[in-house]
């Protein structure tokens, strides 16, 4: 089953003040989304980020000792718990909302590379957008928003990957399968970095690396995501019927600012599962993965090399090539976007060898290196000013007037995978053929009925009693046109449950 | 600055994520016009940037 998505927490600041109160500032923006007031309507009863995938429970999440002593000041917020998290639901299925000091969209779940790409740039607009009605309530440019995983101090926040699998596999097999690919996806999907940090220990300057996760990865599994980051995430919360399916939920990703780096971190990584599920994923087994991501990271030469249990060392781009072989034998021709994946998989690798400036535009590691060292020359400075720190986090500023990727490929420079209708027909609509695009429908036709909402079901009111839509299993495009269809028609959602249920009756 | 090594792009038939032609409104991919007045506004933007400003940005941990 295809089935992916992306969670974007975004940095947030206000340069108008000295200091930035930023579960404030991240529940205003969201409220600034609003033209009516805030109605609750997550349904949080299916959130439960304690279980892990390996087969046991969590009594608690970790996080650092500074997050600790904030944690115990936010309990005496004048706020409750949901009007912090303000979440919304939106008419194109996604999921907008204050997560705890971060505003973050989620897109809705999507089938394919191209909407996927659509989606997670809707949600750059929609976050500017809120951001530019708060700014024009609070009399100029203050708040400023940035889609990245770094604030140089230390302090990060992700952007993670999220992959429907099938519960046949077994975990240690998806485990083995996708490691050392995801120690190394950072060649292709890195956004890049100025400077080393690590958690709770500040920045250190110079040094440009690939990626900006790459220092916060401190285990090769947990279930934890705040602190002792892992680079395989084992959260076990489907949010499908568990009993069929489980979610991967990768936390090791970089937030990307190239739609080719999105569509490729994506489509590999999809790709991958493939190759585990039928059991062709290539025999590698890292001797220290966490050591082997920051290592490769830091090396943008990409000579470094990294050493198996067997003995034997490997490259980040070696161990690339050998997934990329293992799926180009296993899966050409699969299908079309399959072997799109495959020809630009193969071709990256190769300019990543060859002639990586070719990649300008594309990956956003090589992009920033080009525009940070062009500066340099400019300039006459070298890395370790702290002018090019600057320039790393601008280069993700969403506002379009600021933000130096935006002002790249708003001179043509890089290269798309949207174009702007894609992009407002994301904006207003869910893919046709997730249970996303059903969500967003519901929101759309039916907005005072619907009395909570999942990302598997929604429940409605108005009736005598409320009546809820399963979609714990609706993955099945051809079922997703249905239920659409029938939620299309009916004047109201009572009646196109009737239809939808009845369908399922006349089956069974 | 110099922008004459930008990448070229490739227009594929069947392309499962076909790339917008130079035409269509608001953006898609359109070849890089090296040495057009454009090649200094990002440099602009670039010195625009407050070299403090990363000193600055501070944020609470995420996920």
New interface residues.
Partial sequence: MRLFGLET?Y???REDLPE?D?VVESMELVRAHLTASFERRWDYAGEDPHEDARGFRVSGLA??K??DE?ATRDTHRPFSFHDMKSDLVLPNGARFYN????PEYSTPECR???DL?AQDRAGERIVQRAADRRNTSLGGKHVQL?KNNT???G????C?DNYLVSRAIPFPRLIAGLLPFLVSRQVLAGSGKVGIEA?ESGFVPGRFQLSQRADFMETELSVD???NRPILNTRDEPHADPKKFRRLHL?IGDANMCEYAT?LKIGTTRVVLELIERRAAPSLELEQPVAAVKQLSRDIDLKAVVRQKNGSSLSGLEIQEQYYRAAELTLAGLD??TD?VLREWGETLTLLAQDR??????LDWVTKLW?LE??MQ?ERIGWN???L??????YHNVHPE?G?YL???????A???????D?QRALASGPADTRGGVRGLCVRRFPDQVKSVQWERIQFGGGLLPRTLHMDDLFEPSEVKRCLAAFEAAADPMDALNTWNGREDSQS | MKYSTMPERREGPGDPMPKPGPTEEGGGPRRPETGSPEKDNLLKRMKKVDPKQAERYRQRTGE
């Avoid at chain 1, 997560?99 to 971060?102: A, L, S």
């Avoid at chain 1, 290269?415 to 209708?421: G, L, S």
Wanted: proline share 3%.
């Fill in positions: 927490e940095g947030i600041t930035v930023p996080q650092d500074e997050e904030f997560d705890h000091t971060h394919t590379l191209k790409v940035y604030d140089f101090h302090h990060s926040y992700g993670h958690q995501t705040m602190h936390i569509a079309e976007e799109w400036r070719r990649l300008i535009g594309r525009l062009t500066f400019e000013d702290p002018w720190a600057s320039l790393d986090l601008e600021r130096l002002g790249l490929e708003a001179e043509g420079k290269w798309r995978m949207t174009a702007e209708a992009i």
